[in-house]
């Protein structure tokens, strides 16, 4: 593994992403950043915590912006609309994404990190899987709901995450052909998908 090798995790609800990135982070000693990249992006944009916050990995509906804008002339507007606060709020995140990757290694969960560091050859871009059932017992324990509450609650998250990356990025949430690693969970368990990553990391 690369001095400045950054790690992306893209993952389904449920399916382990947040346990995994924190003990692989723990594992090769770099830099853990999750909703620490909200707060650091509200300190670094100006917008207020709570703001970015609501937004997070939340799907646009702003069709009208949709037509005058592109994926690659974000936050460049030739009509004279006002960039909506979600927009605002995604190139908050995007640009402290870059920011952090600049500053050298570190495990970066979900936020379309992959896209936003897609010319930085030092990235490596996993996505996190497993069976709806596994994800539905494993959020229900770990949020104290019924099965039945659990998986409505993991099935509209996985919604609103693709929604918001299939939006904001040319790619495709969830389809293999969008990261460079696709692992299943539910077949390897978390210490064996962290064992997985720190291998294929360290063997590159």
């Given at each position: 593994m690369g001095k400045d090798t950054i790690i992306t995790?893209?993952?389904q609800?449920?399916?382990?992403?947040?346990?995994?990135?924190?003990?692989?982070?723990?594992?090769?000693k770099i830099p853990y950043y999750d909703k620490e990249l909200l707060k650091r992006a509200a300190k670094e944009s100006g917008l207020c915590e709570e703001v970015l916050e609501k937004f997070?990995?939340?799907?646009?509906?702003?069709?009208?912006?949709?037509i005058v804008m592109d994926p690659y002339?974000?936050?460049?507007?030739?009509?004279?609309?006002?960039?909506?606060?979600?927009?605002?709020?995604?190139?908050?995140a995007f640009d402290t994404i870059k920011r952090i990757a600049d500053e050298g290694a570190c495990v970066m969960i979900g936020r379309c990190a992959d896209y936003a560091l897609a010319d930085y050859s030092n990235?490596?871009?996993?996505?996190?899987?497993?069976?709806?059932?596994?994800?539905?017992?494993?959020?229900a324990e770990r949020m104290n709901l019924t099965e039945e509450k659990a998986k409505d609650l993991v099935i509209k998250t996985d919604k609103q995450?693709?929604?918001y990356y299939n939006y904001y990025t040319t790619k495709k949430w969830g389809v293999?052909?969008?990261?460079?690693?696709?692992?299943?969970?539910?077949?390897?368990?978390?210490?064996g998908t962290v064992n997985l990553i720190k291998y294929i990391v360290e063997h590159l």
């Open positions: 995790i893209g993952r609800c449920g399916s382990g992403g947040r346990e995994i990135g924190i003990a692989l982070a723990k594992e090769l997070d990995e939340k799907p646009t509906s702003s069709l009208l912006y949709s002339s974000l936050g460049i507007s030739t009509t004279g609309i006002d960039m909506p606060i979600n927009h605002k709020v995604f190139l908050a990235a490596i871009n996993f996505f996190l899987y497993s069976p709806v059932e596994q994800r539905t017992k494993r959020f995450r693709a929604s293999m052909s969008s990261y460079d690693y696709c692992l299943d969970t539910s077949i390897l368990g978390i210490d």
